[in-house]
């Protein structure tokens, strides 16, 4: 088992930045992907970005490149998600999940095998 807690998460105004933190813990071994998700209200969950352990590739949703980061630390045992210029359309519950797979891109929430309870993000105008 994994296990995955959010921190973070926050209200800012449209074009601010927020940091989310994601501590991973158990057995990692059996996963090589992790990262983030969301989801809007009435909308589907979709990936943001994620990182594969066992290589370091970085992919992103086209929606987010170039104004989110993702990173870890050297111990691999937290991922960030740094999210500068946020947008109303941000707005979501941002998820940490991690998995185990060969994709070569952000890979669909069903492909993910464990699931942080997640932290909100709200941006406002």
């Known amino acids: 088992q994994v296990q995955l807690a959010e921190s973070g998460g926050g209200s800012v105004l449209a074009g601010g930045s927020l940091n989310i933190s994601c501590v991973a813990s158990?057995?990692?071994?059996?996963?090589?992907?992790i990262g983030w998700f969301r989801q809007a209200p009435g909308k589907e969950r979709e990936g943001v970005a994620v990182?594969?352990?066992?290589?370091?590739?970085?992919y992103y949703a086209d929606s987010v490149k170039g104004r989110f980061t993702l990173s870890e630390d050297t111990a691999k045992t937290t991922v960030y998600l740094q999210m500068n210029n946020l947008e109303p359309e941000d707005t979501a519950t941002y998820y940490c999940?991690?998995?185990?797979?060969?994709?070569?891109?952000?890979?669909?929430?069903?492909?993910?095998?464990?699931w942080g309870k997640g932290t909100l993000v709200t941006i406002s105008i």
């Open positions: 158990g057995y990692t071994d059996s996963t090589n992907c």
């Open positions: 999940a991690a998995g185990f797979g060969a994709w070569t891109r952000v890979p669909p929430p069903t492909a993910m095998d464990y």
């Open positions: 990182i594969y352990t066992d290589g370091g590739a970085i």
